[in-house]
Protein backbone atom coordinates (compact mmCIF):
# COMPACT_ATOMS: atom_id res chain seq x y z
CA UNK A 1 0.00 0.00 0.00
CA UNK A 2 1.44 3.42 -0.96
CA UNK A 3 1.34 6.41 1.49
CA UNK A 4 -1.13 9.42 1.16
CA UNK A 5 0.75 11.97 -0.55
CA UNK A 6 1.25 15.14 1.76
CA UNK A 7 -0.83 18.24 1.72
CA UNK A 8 1.61 21.04 0.11
CA UNK A 9 2.17 22.66 3.52
CA UNK A 10 3.81 19.90 4.81
CA UNK A 11 5.97 18.44 1.50
CA UNK A 12 9.50 19.62 1.18
CA UNK A 13 10.50 22.83 -1.30
CA UNK A 14 12.70 21.56 -3.84
CA UNK A 15 15.47 23.12 -6.48
CA UNK A 16 16.06 21.54 -9.25
CA UNK A 17 19.79 22.09 -10.70
CA UNK A 18 21.09 21.94 -14.02
CA UNK A 19 24.74 20.57 -14.41
CA UNK A 20 27.36 20.29 -16.75
CA UNK A 21 29.25 17.36 -16.89
CA UNK A 22 32.85 16.60 -18.33
CA UNK A 23 34.93 13.26 -18.28
CA UNK A 24 37.32 11.82 -19.53
CA UNK A 25 35.33 8.13 -19.93
CA UNK A 26 32.03 7.40 -20.96
CA UNK A 27 29.23 7.41 -17.62
CA UNK A 28 25.90 6.18 -17.54
CA UNK A 29 23.31 7.90 -15.16
CA UNK A 30 23.58 4.96 -11.97
CA UNK A 31 27.32 6.16 -12.30
CA UNK A 32 26.53 9.34 -12.27
CA UNK A 33 24.12 9.11 -9.49
CA UNK A 34 27.28 7.51 -7.29
CA UNK A 35 29.53 10.84 -8.24
CA UNK A 36 27.15 12.72 -7.29
CA UNK A 37 26.57 10.98 -3.55
CA UNK A 38 30.01 10.53 -3.41
CA UNK A 39 30.88 14.26 -3.78
CA UNK A 40 28.28 15.63 -1.04
CA UNK A 41 29.19 13.00 1.60
CA UNK A 42 32.88 13.72 0.93
CA UNK A 43 32.61 17.42 1.76
CA UNK A 44 29.79 17.93 3.72
CA UNK A 45 29.70 14.62 5.54
CA UNK A 46 27.21 12.12 6.10
CA UNK A 47 25.00 14.00 8.91
CA UNK A 48 24.39 17.10 6.27
CA UNK A 49 24.32 15.49 3.01
CA UNK A 50 20.88 13.72 4.67
CA UNK A 51 19.16 16.78 4.43
CA UNK A 52 20.08 17.77 0.87
CA UNK A 53 17.22 15.16 -0.99
CA UNK A 54 19.25 14.08 -4.07
CA UNK A 55 17.78 12.71 -6.83
CA UNK A 56 19.16 12.33 -10.58
CA UNK A 57 15.71 13.32 -12.57
CA UNK A 58 17.11 13.62 -15.89
CA UNK A 59 19.82 12.47 -17.71
CA UNK A 60 21.15 13.77 -20.96
CA UNK A 61 24.28 12.83 -23.09
CA UNK A 62 26.21 15.23 -25.97
CA UNK A 63 28.60 14.28 -28.74
CA UNK A 64 32.41 13.91 -27.54
CA UNK A 65 33.90 17.26 -27.84
CA UNK A 66 37.87 18.07 -27.42
CA UNK A 67 38.82 14.16 -25.45
CA UNK A 68 35.93 14.39 -22.84
CA UNK A 69 32.47 13.31 -23.08
CA UNK A 70 30.06 16.13 -22.57
CA UNK A 71 26.71 15.10 -20.64
CA UNK A 72 24.25 17.68 -18.93
CA UNK A 73 21.73 16.12 -16.24
CA UNK A 74 19.41 17.52 -13.83
CA UNK A 75 19.38 17.27 -10.24
CA UNK A 76 16.81 17.54 -7.24
CA UNK A 77 17.76 19.20 -4.30
CA UNK A 78 16.52 20.76 -1.02
CA UNK A 79 15.52 24.17 -1.20
CA UNK A 80 17.69 25.67 1.69
CA UNK A 81 20.54 23.21 0.45
CA UNK A 82 21.70 24.64 -2.65
CA UNK A 83 24.86 26.32 -2.38
CA UNK A 84 26.25 22.39 -0.09
CA UNK A 85 25.28 20.83 -3.47
CA UNK A 86 26.87 23.08 -5.70
CA UNK A 87 30.14 23.22 -3.66
CA UNK A 88 30.21 19.84 -3.15
CA UNK A 89 29.68 18.84 -6.79
CA UNK A 90 32.13 21.77 -7.94
CA UNK A 91 34.61 19.73 -5.99
CA UNK A 92 34.62 16.47 -8.04
CA UNK A 93 37.34 15.80 -9.41
CA UNK A 94 37.81 12.14 -10.18
CA UNK A 95 36.25 9.07 -10.98
CA UNK A 96 37.84 5.51 -11.53
CA UNK A 97 41.02 7.22 -12.39
CA UNK A 98 39.43 9.46 -15.05
CA UNK A 99 38.99 13.34 -14.64
CA UNK A 100 35.71 14.66 -14.25
CA UNK A 101 34.46 18.08 -13.75
CA UNK A 102 30.91 18.94 -12.77
CA UNK A 103 29.54 22.55 -12.50
CA UNK A 104 26.26 23.79 -12.20
CA UNK A 105 24.79 25.88 -15.44
CA UNK A 106 21.00 26.28 -14.03
CA UNK A 107 18.78 26.97 -10.95
CA UNK A 108 15.21 26.62 -11.12
CA UNK A 109 11.94 25.88 -9.13
CA UNK A 110 10.19 23.44 -11.57
CA UNK A 111 11.94 20.60 -14.09
CA UNK A 112 10.19 22.22 -16.97
CA UNK A 113 11.79 25.74 -16.14
CA UNK A 114 15.31 23.89 -15.49
CA UNK A 115 14.96 21.99 -19.10
CA UNK A 116 15.69 25.67 -20.81
CA UNK A 117 19.18 25.13 -19.55
CA UNK A 118 19.81 22.11 -21.73
CA UNK B 1 32.13 41.83 -12.85
CA UNK B 2 33.79 37.86 -12.42
CA UNK B 3 37.21 38.50 -12.25
CA UNK B 4 40.23 35.37 -12.10
CA UNK B 5 43.88 36.37 -12.16
CA UNK B 6 45.22 33.10 -12.16
CA UNK B 7 44.48 30.56 -15.16
CA UNK B 8 47.57 28.86 -16.01
CA UNK B 9 48.76 30.06 -19.74
CA UNK B 10 50.25 27.49 -22.00
CA UNK B 11 49.97 27.21 -25.58
CA UNK B 12 47.58 29.57 -27.64
CA UNK B 13 45.15 26.57 -28.33
CA UNK B 14 44.75 25.64 -24.96
CA UNK B 15 44.37 29.43 -24.15
CA UNK B 16 41.52 30.12 -26.33
CA UNK B 17 39.69 26.66 -24.58
CA UNK B 18 40.26 28.05 -21.44
CA UNK B 19 38.96 31.12 -22.21
CA UNK B 20 36.25 30.24 -24.10
CA UNK B 21 35.26 27.88 -21.70
CA UNK B 22 35.38 30.50 -18.37
CA UNK B 23 33.24 33.11 -21.00
CA UNK B 24 30.35 30.69 -21.30
CA UNK B 25 30.52 29.74 -17.54
CA UNK B 26 30.32 33.22 -16.81
CA UNK B 27 33.64 34.89 -16.28
CA UNK B 28 34.37 38.40 -17.65
CA UNK B 29 38.33 38.59 -17.55
CA UNK B 30 41.00 36.13 -16.98
CA UNK B 31 44.71 36.40 -16.20
CA UNK B 32 46.79 33.83 -17.55
CA UNK B 33 49.86 33.05 -15.63
CA UNK B 34 53.05 32.24 -16.97
CA UNK B 35 56.18 31.53 -14.84
CA UNK B 36 59.48 33.37 -15.37
CA UNK B 37 61.01 31.56 -17.87
CA UNK B 38 57.82 31.61 -20.53
CA UNK B 39 56.68 35.02 -20.11
CA UNK B 40 58.57 36.54 -22.80
CA UNK B 41 57.27 33.58 -25.29
CA UNK B 42 53.69 34.04 -24.07
CA UNK B 43 53.99 37.77 -25.17
CA UNK B 44 54.79 36.91 -28.90
CA UNK B 45 51.33 35.62 -29.02
CA UNK B 46 49.61 37.68 -27.40
CA UNK B 47 48.04 39.92 -30.24
CA UNK B 48 46.91 36.58 -31.87
CA UNK B 49 45.34 35.43 -28.74
CA UNK B 50 43.36 39.33 -28.57
CA UNK B 51 42.05 38.36 -32.61
CA UNK B 52 40.93 35.01 -31.26
CA UNK B 53 38.97 36.20 -28.00
CA UNK B 54 36.12 38.22 -28.45
CA UNK B 55 33.61 37.16 -25.99
CA UNK B 56 35.92 37.47 -22.71
CA UNK B 57 38.85 39.72 -21.73
CA UNK B 58 42.38 38.65 -21.27
CA UNK B 59 45.88 39.52 -19.73
CA UNK B 60 49.17 38.32 -18.23
CA UNK B 61 49.73 37.81 -14.69
CA UNK B 62 53.81 37.23 -14.37
CA UNK B 63 53.70 34.60 -11.29
CA UNK B 64 57.34 34.29 -9.81
CA UNK B 65 58.64 30.94 -8.76
CA UNK B 66 61.50 31.39 -6.55
CA UNK B 67 63.36 30.64 -3.19
CA UNK B 68 65.20 33.43 -3.89
CA UNK B 69 64.74 36.92 -2.52
CA UNK B 70 67.29 38.95 -4.80
CA UNK B 71 65.89 37.05 -7.29
CA UNK B 72 62.50 37.73 -6.81
CA UNK B 73 63.46 41.16 -6.46
CA UNK B 74 65.21 41.26 -9.65
CA UNK B 75 62.62 39.76 -12.28
CA UNK B 76 60.27 41.74 -10.77
CA UNK B 77 62.00 44.94 -11.40
CA UNK B 78 62.36 43.61 -15.07
CA UNK B 79 59.03 42.68 -15.50
CA UNK B 80 57.12 45.34 -13.97
CA UNK B 81 56.18 47.64 -16.97
CA UNK B 82 55.30 44.25 -19.15
CA UNK B 83 52.90 42.61 -16.81
CA UNK B 84 49.77 43.52 -15.80
CA UNK B 85 49.92 41.56 -12.62
CA UNK B 86 52.54 40.22 -10.58
CA UNK B 87 52.51 37.06 -8.71
CA UNK B 88 54.78 35.47 -6.51
CA UNK B 89 54.38 31.86 -5.34
CA UNK B 90 54.49 31.72 -1.60
CA UNK B 91 55.00 28.73 1.07
CA UNK B 92 58.00 29.56 2.45
CA UNK B 93 58.40 32.02 5.46
CA UNK B 94 61.21 34.40 4.06
CA UNK B 95 59.44 34.60 0.57
CA UNK B 96 55.94 35.25 2.22
CA UNK B 97 58.19 38.06 4.60
CA UNK B 98 60.04 39.52 1.08
CA UNK B 99 57.15 39.80 -1.19
CA UNK B 100 54.30 41.63 1.83
CA UNK B 101 57.70 44.15 2.03
CA UNK B 102 57.93 44.74 -1.92
CA UNK B 103 55.43 47.36 -3.25
CA UNK B 104 56.23 46.87 -6.79
CA UNK B 105 54.70 43.04 -6.56
CA UNK B 106 50.91 42.68 -6.83
CA UNK B 107 50.35 39.65 -5.14
CA UNK B 108 51.31 36.94 -2.83
CA UNK B 109 49.98 33.66 -4.13
CA UNK B 110 49.22 30.61 -1.82
CA UNK B 111 51.44 31.39 1.53
CA UNK B 112 50.14 28.29 2.74
CA UNK B 113 51.55 26.34 0.27
CA UNK B 114 53.18 23.28 1.30
CA UNK B 115 53.03 24.35 4.51
CA UNK B 116 51.27 23.20 8.32
CA UNK B 117 49.91 26.54 8.62
CA UNK B 118 48.52 29.26 6.84
CA UNK B 119 52.14 31.22 6.55
CA UNK B 120 50.91 34.26 7.28
CA UNK B 121 50.69 36.39 10.89
CA UNK B 122 49.63 39.85 12.33
CA UNK B 123 53.30 40.83 11.28
CA UNK B 124 52.50 39.84 7.51
CA UNK B 125 49.06 40.87 7.56
CA UNK B 126 49.55 44.63 8.79
CA UNK B 127 52.75 44.72 6.19
CA UNK B 128 50.30 43.46 3.07
CA UNK B 129 47.83 46.47 4.24
CA UNK B 130 50.95 48.65 4.32
CA UNK B 131 52.41 47.79 0.63
CA UNK B 132 49.12 46.98 -0.98
CA UNK B 133 50.14 43.08 -1.07
CA UNK B 134 46.81 40.94 -2.18
CA UNK B 135 46.78 37.42 -0.46
CA UNK B 136 45.44 34.68 -3.49
CA UNK B 137 43.68 31.77 -2.83
CA UNK B 138 43.54 29.26 -4.89
CA UNK B 139 40.47 26.92 -6.02
CA UNK B 140 42.24 24.13 -7.21
CA UNK B 141 44.59 23.71 -4.37
CA UNK B 142 41.13 22.34 -2.53
CA UNK B 143 39.41 20.47 -5.85
CA UNK B 144 43.00 18.81 -6.82
CA UNK B 145 43.01 17.27 -3.02
CA UNK B 146 41.27 14.93 -0.91
CA UNK B 147 40.64 13.84 2.55
CA UNK B 148 42.77 15.20 5.54
CA UNK B 149 45.29 17.33 3.18
CA UNK B 150 41.99 19.06 1.95
CA UNK B 151 40.88 19.34 5.16
CA UNK B 152 44.62 21.46 6.18
CA UNK B 153 44.36 23.37 3.22
CA UNK B 154 40.08 24.20 4.57
CA UNK B 155 41.71 25.54 7.88
CA UNK B 156 44.38 27.19 6.43
CA UNK B 157 41.80 29.18 4.45
CA UNK B 158 39.62 29.59 7.46
CA UNK B 159 42.91 31.08 9.77
CA UNK B 160 43.72 33.82 6.53
CA UNK B 161 39.89 34.60 6.71
CA UNK B 162 40.35 35.77 10.23
CA UNK B 163 43.17 37.68 9.90
CA UNK B 164 41.91 39.24 6.56
CA UNK B 165 38.52 40.13 9.28
CA UNK B 166 41.06 41.71 11.60
CA UNK B 167 43.80 43.47 9.40
CA UNK B 168 42.11 44.01 6.21
CA UNK B 169 44.54 43.25 3.45
CA UNK B 170 43.67 42.84 0.18
CA UNK B 171 42.31 39.67 -0.84
CA UNK B 172 42.08 37.44 -4.00
CA UNK B 173 40.30 34.56 -4.73
CA UNK B 174 41.26 33.10 -7.90
CA UNK B 175 40.95 29.15 -9.88
CA UNK B 176 44.58 28.77 -11.34
CA UNK B 177 43.02 26.62 -13.66
CA UNK B 178 45.04 24.61 -16.06
CA UNK B 179 42.54 22.70 -18.14
CA UNK B 180 38.62 22.91 -19.20
CA UNK B 181 38.26 20.40 -16.16
CA UNK B 182 39.10 22.86 -13.01
CA UNK B 183 36.93 25.59 -14.40
CA UNK B 184 33.76 26.69 -12.88
CA UNK B 185 30.95 28.68 -13.14
CA UNK B 186 31.22 32.27 -11.47
CA UNK B 187 28.15 30.96 -9.09
CA UNK B 188 29.69 27.55 -8.26
CA UNK B 189 33.03 29.75 -7.25
CA UNK B 190 31.30 31.69 -5.02
CA UNK B 191 29.32 28.85 -3.57
CA UNK B 192 32.40 27.08 -2.58
CA UNK B 193 34.20 29.87 -0.89
CA UNK B 194 31.11 30.65 0.79
CA UNK B 195 31.00 27.41 2.81
CA UNK B 196 34.44 27.71 3.29
CA UNK B 197 33.50 30.76 5.71
CA UNK B 198 33.91 33.63 3.62
CA UNK B 199 30.66 36.00 3.67
CA UNK B 200 28.92 36.89 0.33
CA UNK B 201 29.95 40.63 0.51
CA UNK B 202 34.07 39.37 0.66
CA UNK B 203 33.93 37.39 -2.07
CA UNK B 204 32.68 40.23 -4.06
CA UNK B 205 35.39 43.00 -2.22
CA UNK B 206 38.23 40.23 -3.77
CA UNK B 207 36.53 40.91 -7.39
CA UNK B 208 37.01 44.36 -6.75
CA UNK B 209 40.35 43.86 -5.84
CA UNK B 210 41.50 41.73 -8.63
CA UNK B 211 39.78 44.30 -11.22
CA UNK B 212 41.44 47.32 -8.92
CA UNK B 213 44.69 45.80 -9.14
CA UNK B 214 44.54 45.57 -13.00
CA UNK B 215 43.47 49.05 -12.72
CA UNK B 216 46.47 50.65 -10.51
CA UNK B 217 48.93 49.02 -12.53
CA UNK B 218 47.82 50.82 -16.09
CA UNK B 219 48.18 53.76 -14.30
CA UNK B 220 51.29 52.59 -12.42
CA UNK B 221 54.09 54.24 -14.09
CA UNK B 222 52.31 57.64 -13.94
CA UNK B 223 52.56 57.33 -10.10
CA UNK B 224 54.85 59.60 -8.56
CA UNK B 225 53.95 58.35 -5.20
CA UNK B 226 50.68 56.66 -3.45
CA UNK B 227 48.37 58.54 -4.02
CA UNK B 228 49.61 61.29 -6.96
CA UNK B 229 48.87 60.41 -10.02
CA UNK B 230 50.54 62.40 -13.41
CA UNK B 231 47.41 63.55 -15.21
CA UNK B 232 48.08 64.60 -19.11
CA UNK B 233 45.08 66.39 -19.83
CA UNK B 234 45.64 70.29 -18.84
CA UNK B 235 42.08 70.22 -18.49
Known amino acids: MRLKVLPPTLRKNNRYLTLDIKIESPIVKEELVTIIWDACIRFQGENNTANFNLWV???????????????????????DFVEEVRSSLALANKYN????????IGLSGTIKASQKFI | MFFDLNIKGSSLNNNVKLANEAAKYGWSHINFSYNQNDFKDALDFK????????????????????????EIRKITNKFRNKASCISVVGGDLKINRAVVENIRI???????????DSGLNHVLSKEAVRNNVAIELCFKDVLRSYLSHRAKVLSNFADIYEL?????????????????????TTHDFIS????????EDEIAKSFETSKDILEF???????????????????
Open chain 1, 57 to 79: MKFFEFEKIDGYYHYKAIVRCQR
Open chain 1, 97 to 104: GNRIAITT
Open chain 2, 47 to 70: DELNEDLSDISFDYTLEIESTNVN
Open chain 2, 106 to 116: DVLSRPYLRRY
Open chain 2, 164 to 184: YRKFDFPLVLSSRAESVFDIR
Open chain 2, 192 to 199: FFKQTGLG
Open chain 2, 217 to 235: NKNRDKMILKGVRRVDDEA
